[in-house]
């Protein structure tokens, strides 16, 4: 089952330009490493702990990166966090105890 990564940056306190800037770094980082892009999330088919190393991991080495043009990447985020699809609840979908299965005989 793939693990999501869902990274949120903060529009509040960075321009539009500045956030597009590191989401584009972000995202290629995350791509690099293995994750598929869907949205705003990250998925990859690892177990959690191997997933939230990865991104961590990924993450640590852009900031690293940015060091040099004095740059923090944690600034720009608002949320870093991840979930397992499998607690993901569909919400364009009806309820399931609303879901009636008729049985034809």
């Known amino acids: 089952m793939p693990y ?28 690099s490493a293995g994750f598929q892009r869907d949205g705003r999330l990250f998925m990859v088919n690892l177990p ?6 990865l991104a961590r991991r990924t993450l640590d080495q852009l900031a690293s990166d940015l060091h040099s043009r004095n740059q ?7 949320r870093f966090y ?18 009636e299965v008729e049985e034809n005989t």
Do not use: F, R
């Open 4 to 31: 999501v990564i869902a990274i949120n940056l903060s529009y509040e306190h960075h321009t539009q330009d500045q956030c597009a800037a590191i989401w584009e770094l972000i995202s290629q980082a995350m791509l």
């Open 48 to 53: 959690e702990k191997d997933a939230t190393t």
């Open 72 to 78: 923090n990447i944690y600034d720009y985020l608002t």
């Open 82 to 99: 991840g979930y397992d699809v499998a607690h993901t609840t569909n919400l364009l979908l009806p309820p399931l105890d609303s879901i």
